[in-house]
């Protein structure tokens, strides 16, 4: 939409983490298909300023999987013990016992 290569938009910078001047390298139907940030001057694709999952986000997902990792082996290991025929299930529990 009248974006021109070499035109300077704003945009995002994962490196630089936060908006900043960009100019356009790429264009696709006539809209920016791939910036350079200003700034530091590393290419990215334009993500119409848009700012990616923050880490604190991704944290946060790490914790949630690491406590949904660390309740199923405990529940699997109380099976083991009620229940010895589940343990066949598991390849390499069954060695130990
Ligand atoms: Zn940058």
New binding site residues.
Partial sequence: MGMRLGDVIDDF??????L?N?SIVSLLNGSAAKVR??????DHDYRNEQAPPSKKDLKKAALFNAVLSSVAPAAAEEADGAEPGKAAKKPGKSLET
């Avoid at 910078?13 to 936060?18: D, G």
């Fill in positions: 910078c994962v490196k630089c983490k936060r900043t960009h940030c200003r700034t530091c001057y590393s």
